[in-house]
């Protein structure tokens, strides 16, 4: 059965994060925006998990935390708070009430879900649900080189799915001692914030495991990421050819 | 000097300002000198405000124009420009960036022994508006520029009375 988790917020910007970041894995998101909503969804749907802001409007989180610990039916339900404030005192006082951990904001969905695992263990969704297991086209394998060949159009969808697949990815390369990868942006339109983000992403996740990393682009696509700064300085290759001679 | 007096306030709210955008953002900021308000408030431009209140009371006030909140918004969403959606994405996106500088800094004040506490953000928007604070101990100005636009944060604290 998929867990539910929580997520009590007042910035939907903060609830959407979380739940991209919740989306590899066998989970139900439920969404609250306040202490009050938050309790009766708490009540209502009975979470595995809470994620918790402090600073929110109506009833806050640290309220909405006293409650719960206060009712025998939800006081076991382990929370974590993810909060822009970090003040010790307000640390401590609110990690002796009884929450599992204490998250400061800023931060990465990837920080977050590895401070719940610590916790809970997370089940990546089952391979005919899973919405990165559809997107195994994206990948091929070329001698002990794995080749991630981007679509047209990088929309945010394309984005989450890819981000998905290449996390089992990687987990499929660790496994079988694989260690170079190549991003292939050639057949992409249009170079957007969303295909930025995820060269990025991809990359990060690959130099976390260890992976090498060889992107290949078109002259015109090279020219537009030196535009954005943070692929400005990345460099490129303009074949598989070329990638995999510069291994 | 008071205990106030000696806070690396400027120090502390620039790395903390950097370090929100570059975690939620994957956008680098440099810092320099604050910008004329007129250069951000001379179309329309977005406040964002967030205030802290207990042993010191204060503000903190983030300015960019509604171009470069647009761009944040797209940046934090992980979504094209072009896909982001109305005033109130945008407005939520503001609030939560001065929401975590805010809440940053309300912690180091209460680590040195000023316990306050923050409010919820709001978010003062739209074209040929000004916003002033006054009566303030301490105030700071910091500029930041991204590769293509400037922002300014303006800091306020005093000792409560």
């Not at chain 1, 719940?116 to 002990?144: C, G, H, M, N």
């Not at chain 1, 694989?178 to 983000?197: A, R, W």
């Not at chain 2, 919820?120 to 293509?148: A, C, D, M, Y």
């Amino acid at each position: 059965m998929a867990l539910k988790v929580l997520t009590v917020d007042d910035s939907k910007t903060i609830r959407m994060i979380v739940k991209k970041a919740f989306q590899p894995f066998d989970c139900t998101l439920i969404e609250a925006e306040n202490g009050v909503e938050g309790l009766a969804a708490a009540t209502r749907e009975k979470p595995g998990l809470i994620i918790l802001d402090i600073t929110m409007p109506v009833m806050n989180g640290v309220e909405m935390l006293d409650r719960l610990k206060a009712d025998a039916d939800l006081k076991d339900i382990p929370v974590i708070m993810l909060t822009a404030e970090s003040g010790k005192d307000n640390v401590v006082n609110i990690v002796k009430k009884g929450v599992r951990d204490y998250m400061v904001k800023p931060f990465k969905g990837e920080d977050l879900i590895a401070r719940v695992r610590k916790i809970l263990p997370l089940a990546e969704r089952a391979a005919e649900e899973s919405p990165e297991a559809k997107p195994a086209k994206y990948f091929t394998q070329i001698d002990d080189i794995i080749v991630l060949t981007l679509p047209a159009k990088v929309t945010r969808p394309v984005t989450v799915e890819i981000e998905g697949s290449l996390q089992s990815k990687i987990k499929e390369m660790s496994e079988a001692s694989l260690k170079k990868l190549i991003l292939d942006m050639g057949g992409v339109t249009e170079t957007n914030v969303s295909l930025i983000k995820l060269i990025i992403s991809s990359i990060q996740q690959c130099q976390k495991s260890s992976i090498a990393v060889k992107l290949v682009a078109t002259p015109k696509q090279g020219e537009e990421l030196k535009g954005f700064q943070e692929t400005s300085a990345l460099s490129v290759t303009h074949s598989i050819e070329e990638a995999k001679t510069a291994f | 000097m008071t205990e106030l007096d000696r806070l690396d306030l400027k120090g502390f709210v620039t790395n903390s300002v950097q370090r929100v955008f570059q975690t939620m953002l994957s956008m680098s900021l440099t810092p320099g000198e604050p910008p004329p308000r007129e250069r951000i408030a001379d179309g329309r431009h977005i406040v964002g405000t967030v205030g802290f209140a207990g042993a010191v009371m204060g503000n903190v006030n983030l300015f960019v124009s509604l171009e470069f909140a647009r761009e944040m918004t797209s940046a934090m969403l992980g979504v094209p420009a072009e896909e982001v959606g109305g005033e109130e994405e945008v407005k939520d996106v503001v609030g939560e960036v001065c929401n975590m500088v805010g809440g940053d800094l309300k912690s180091r004040l209460c680590d040195a022994g000023f316990p306050c506490s923050l409010s919820i953000p709001t978010i003062t928007f739209g074209e040929h508006f000004h916003i002033e604070s006054k009566g303030w101990v301490r105030q700071e100005r910091l500029g930041f520029q991204n590769s293509r636009h400037p922002a300014l944060l303006e800091v306020y604290v005093k000792i409560s009375t």
